[in-house]
């Protein structure tokens, strides 16, 4: 778990410099999801996840995410 806060910490840093950053984004979404952090009140871990399956293609899911 604590390489999984460490890597999110590096990845707030690198997308407080590039907030659109595509491999960012997608790397903190596949951590969000390994670790099982989504809340249903943090809407930047759903946008994220949404992300994430959107660049994987995967349709279904980024409807769900995208819309939550």
């Given at each position: 778990?604590?390489k ?5 910490e590096?990845l ?10 595509k ?12 670790k099982?952090?989504?809340?249903s ?28």
């Open positions: 778990m604590k999984f806060d460490i890597a999110l590096l707030e840093k690198a997308l407080k410099v590039k907030p659109d950053y491999d960012a984004l997608l790397e903190k979404a596949f951590i969000l999801i390994e099982n952090n989504l809340n009140e943090d809407a930047t871990a759903y946008y994220n996840r949404a992300c994430a399956y959107a660049l994987i293609g995967d349709k279904k899911n980024w409807i769900i995410n995208i819309n939550s």
